[in-house]
């Protein structure tokens, strides 16, 4: 079956414009996941959607990130004025239920900001 | 909270030689521990997980690890490298029925022929 996909997989941007990511979970996974992998680092964890709800955004690095799952699918992660900081790898999980032991990961995309 | 080290942000071993790769785990809760491998341009793939049932774990690809509690240390293991698996290594760990990973560096692996 179909894994997790993202959308695109490489993204550059200027500095201050603003991006949206797109993610798309393994069907009927209630859980979505995204994180940051920046150079070097291992991945840090952003946000949680269980259905639609944001059940913890607690990794939300700031007010200029946002992320929705309007109908319990698909996900958007979103970047207002995108500084040079933002430059990573953001990825994608979804799981089966909320605490599923296993999330499953998307390849990823690699945003550029200049 | 949670926290992972990964001792050894690049491990080199040769064709056919045991592989080992560190993880230290810190939790406040009884943790749930996993190791992942990422390939280039791919996304992590699941190579293990530690739920709390037996110590030593069997993953995929001839990979296993053992819990140690009195160490605190979930440390990945191979009998035999193969070129096949040189990639980089993530070992991550939840607290019980939690929702999101917390990540190690990573430890990137070389198999010399």
């Known amino acids: 079956g179909a894994g997790v996909s993202q959308t695109p997989s490489n993204k550059v941007t200027e500095k201050g414009k603003y991006v949206e990511l797109r993610c798309d979970p393994i069907?009927?996974?209630?859980?979505l996941y995204w994180y940051r992998q920046s150079l070097g680092q291992g991945p840090e964890f952003l946000i949680y959607?269980?259905?639609?709800?944001?059940?913890?955004d607690s990794g939300l690095p700031n007010d200029r990130f946002f992320a929705v799952r309007p109908e319990g699918s698909v996900s958007t992660l979103k970047i207002q004025r995108t500084e040079r900081g933002d430059s990573a790898v953001y990825l994608c999980a979804s799981s089966p239920d909320r605490g599923y032991n296993e999330q499953f990961f998307g390849p990823g995309t690699r945003l550029t900001v200049l | 909270a949670q926290s992972v080290t990964q001792l050894g942000s690049h491990v080199s071993v040769s064709e056919g030689a045991l592989v080992l790769l560190r993880c230290n785990y810190s939790?406040?809760?009884?943790?749930?521990l996993f190791w992942y491998v990422q390939y280039p341009n791919q996304g992590l793939q699941l190579l293990l997980k530690y739920t709390s049932a037996a110590t030593l774990v069997k993953g995929i690809n001839g990979f296993e690890a053992e819990f140690k509690k009195s160490e605190t240390s979930f440390h990945l293991t191979k009998p035999s490298a193969h070129m096949s698996d040189a990639a980089e290594y993530f070992c991550a760990v939840s607290a019980t029925g939690a929702n999101n990973l917390f990540f190690g560096t990573g430890t990137r692996l070389t198999v010399i022929p």
């Open positions: 939790s406040s809760v009884p943790p749930y």
């Open positions: 069907s009927g996974h209630t859980a």
């Open positions: 959607f269980q259905g639609t709800g944001a059940a913890d």
